[in-house]
């Protein structure tokens, strides 16, 4: 059977961390489905279909990734696309209580097993909701994102 996981998140801007993630995970996996959620409580600069197109980009010689957009829960995507896993990067302490709390979540509900992948140390401090700020005050903010997008 393949080893699916689904890589969630808003990716408002996908970043040069998250694209450490997808590298990372790919030697582990099977094929990763990069889903873009569409969270209510962010402030969003790109539509997720923007979002899903832009990413889609990076990846698009690559097989193993696939880029789509979801609006229900991260079990429900991975019910649809036959995942078992859950792939999330953990940057810092304040990450973890919340990757633990869902990832218990996920895997009571839904038996979908999280893994998560330490941050590079050099890409600790890079958030897409400060990459969105500097972008607002018209700074460049390309060190941040991957290189063709
Ligand atoms: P969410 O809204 O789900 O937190 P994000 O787009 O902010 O979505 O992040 C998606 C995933 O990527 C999360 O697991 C997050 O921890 C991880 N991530 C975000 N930034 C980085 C980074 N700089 N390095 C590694 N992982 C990151």
Do not use: C, W
């Not at 970043?15 to 209510?40: C, K, M, Q, Y």
């Not at 590079?120 to 063709?148: A, Q, T, W």
């Amino acid at each position: 059977m393949k080893k699916i996981a689904i890589f969630p998140g808003s990716f408002d801007p996908f970043t040069v961390g998250h694209a450490s993630i997808v590298e990372r995970g790919l030697p582990l996996f099977d094929e990763i489905v990069i889903g873009v959620g569409v969270n209510e409580s962010k402030r969003a600069h790109r539509t997720p279909t923007q979002r899903v197109e832009a990413i889609g980009r990076l990846y698009a010689d690559n097989p193993k990734v696939r880029v789509v957009a979801y609006n229900d829960l991260t079990i429900d995507l991975a019910r649809r696309e036959g995942a078992k896993y859950i792939l999330r990067g953990l940057r810092s302490v304040k990450d973890f209580e919340y990757e633990r709390d869902i990832a218990n979540m996920n895997d009571r509900l839904a038996g979908v097993e999280t893994i998560l992948l330490f941050t590079k140390p050099e890409f600790s401090s890079i958030s897409s909701s400060v990459v969105r700020e500097l972008m607002d005050f018209g700074k460049d903010v390309s060190d941040f994102l991957p290189h063709n997008s």
